[in-house]
């Protein structure tokens, strides 16, 4: 998937508009609709960037035709940014949680290699 399918995935599964999206990474409405039909040349870098950061995703995932979905540093640095909002208490769940599954990944390798 190139550059322009991905922007307008990125877009779709946040429920953006592509004016929400022109206005985040300052560019006009029509660029970016170009950009999605794959009609815009060579898009600046710049811009590039400013797209990957609005939508939280690396730089690479933007321009490598080969990558399927966002690398897992660009999702967990997410998971970072979007807990700073949470209550102390919440924090603690979601170490909890990430703790559980831990656990649970190991028992279940060790189980898979005691076979």
């Not at 807990?83 to 189980?111: I, P, Q």
Request: proline share 3%.
């Amino acid at each position: 998937m190139g550059l322009g399918p991905k922007i307008r995935q990125l877009r779709t599964d946040r429920d953006q508009s592509l004016q929400q999206v022109a206005d985040a990474v300052g560019v006009s409405k029509a660029h970016i609709c170009e950009l999605e039909k794959e009609r815009a040349d060579n898009p600046s870098i710049a811009l590039v960037t400013r797209l990957a950061d609005h939508f939280n995703v690396s730089i690479r995932y933007l321009i490598d035709e080969d990558m399927n979905a966002p690398d897992v540093d660009d999702v967990i640095a997410r998971i970072c940014r979007l807990a700073r909002n949470l209550h102390v208490h919440e924090v603690a769940l979601l170490d909890d949680m990430v703790t559980s599954m831990l656990k649970h990944k190991a028992s279940v390798s060790e189980g898979t290699q005691a076979v």
